[in-house]
Nanobody
């Protein structure tokens, strides 16, 4: 059983920045493909960024490319999401997730599919408002 705990959410003005963290149990960040998702009120959960367990590659949704950066520190078992130039429409609950199988790189069309992830954190709320 993988445990994930997000933190770092809060309120920020449009154009501002915020870094989210996700502490994982055991060696999860070193052995699982991991991703960040977000869910706005009344909307479906959408994937925003993912990172290989080897950290050799990252992936982003078109809506955040160039503004968000996913990274991890295996020595701290922590996944990060640096979010810059935030927009008002990006108020949402942000979740980190771990792919169900170890040492597996999901195919590109599967990486942002939330239904294929088996382990989730409780989420951290981010509000973008002036």
């Amino acid at each position: 059983q993988v445990e994930l705990v997000e933190s770092g959410g809060g309120s920020v003005q449009p154009g501002g920045s915020l870094r989210l963290s996700c502490v994982a149990s055991g060696d999860t960040t070193a052995s699982h493909y991991m991703a960040w998702f977000r869910q706005a009120p009344g909307k479906e959960r959408e994937g925003v960024a993912g990172i290989y367990y080897t950290a050799s590659s990252t992936a982003y949704s078109d809506s955040v490319k160039g503004r968000f950066t996913i990274a991890k520190d295996n020595s701290k078992s922590t996944l990060y999401l640096q979010r810059d130039n935030l927009k008002p429409g990006e108020t949402a609950m942000y979740y980190c997730a771990a792919w169900g199988s170890q040492h597996t790189i999901p195919l590109p069309h599967r990486r942002m599919n939330s239904s294929l992830y088996t382990d989730w954190g409780q989420g951290t709320q981010v509000t973008v408002s002036s």
